[in-house]
């Protein structure tokens, strides 16, 4: 277990209550695609449980080996959809790409339509690059520079000591930025909210993008994700 504020027996619901609820989606979509029909919506359900499963085997604690080919699967079905996401959600695909290892051509593939759409900025830009993405964001574009100004900071300051500070400022604030955040106190009641875990994925994907090779064994955060920020998937 990575996340305790649930129980493995609230993981194992979980993440047997949305596979049904995703089995219902694909059957109806196969209906109504006989019909002529596209519903946009029963496949953007589709893809927004399937990477709520991906937080649920992490915060369970699954093996990230074993985690990994489906973490691809669900974040390359993003893909053709990124633009119209809002900032903090396409950073978390981006991020979660990275971090698992997706490849250069899923990279590559997000960061054209991130850039075709003036979304990719350097910090994803950055991010995405470590999983193999050449494509180049507009030089000094960071999203986020007015919201979380640790970051900049960080990819300002380049690899070393002073970034890796900035980067552990950034995961100590990141519950308190957050706490207007729909699912923020989800955990208080289980019986009631969907609870996924609280992972500051960013943070870990920019530390690998930075070759912050130390940052990862000095942040000490049950919010930040250790092991994938040093996670060396093979193949």
């Not at 209906?31 to 919506?41: A, R, S, T, V």
């Not at 960071?142 to 002073?162: D, I, M």
């Not at 930025?177 to 955990?187: I, R």
Request: hydrophobic residues 45%; charged residues 25%; aromatic residues 12%.
């Amino acid at each position: 277990m990575r996340d305790r504020r649930a129980s493995k027996e609230y993981f194992d619901r979980y993440i047997r209550e949305h596979e049904e609820r995703i089995a219902r989606y694909e059957a109806r979509i196969a209906e109504l695609e006989q019909g002529g029909e596209i519903w946009e919506g029963l496949r953007w359900g589709v893809r927004t449980d399937r990477l709520g499963i991906i937080r649920v085997r992490y915060s369970r604690g699954d093996d990230l080996v074993k985690l990994r080919p489906a973490a691809v699967e669900a974040v390359s079905a993003f893909i053709g959809h990124l633009g119209g996401m809002d900032y903090g959600d396409y950073a978390e695909v981006v991020s979660l790409a990275a971090l698992f290892g997706a490849g250069a051509d899923i990279a590559n593939a997000m960061a054209r339509e991130m850039s075709a759409a003036g979304a990719l900025d350097r910090l994803t830009g950055t991010i995405l690059a470590s999983a193999g993405s050449t494509v180049a964001p507009p030089l000094g574009r960071v999203e986020w520079q007015y919201f979380n100004p640790e970051l900049f900071e960080a990819l300002e300051a380049g690899p070393g000591p002073q970034a890796i500070g900035l980067v552990k400022r950034y995961v100590a604030r990141w519950p308190r930025m957050n706490v207007y955040a729909g699912w923020t106190g989800s955990h208080g009641d289980l019986e009631h909210t969907v609870y996924t875990g609280y992972w500051c994925f960013e943070a870990a994907a920019l530390v690998r993008g930075m070759g912050l090779a130390d940052a990862f064994r000095s942040i000490r955060s049950t919010n930040f994700p250790a092991d994938l920020a040093c996670f060396q998937p093979l193949g």
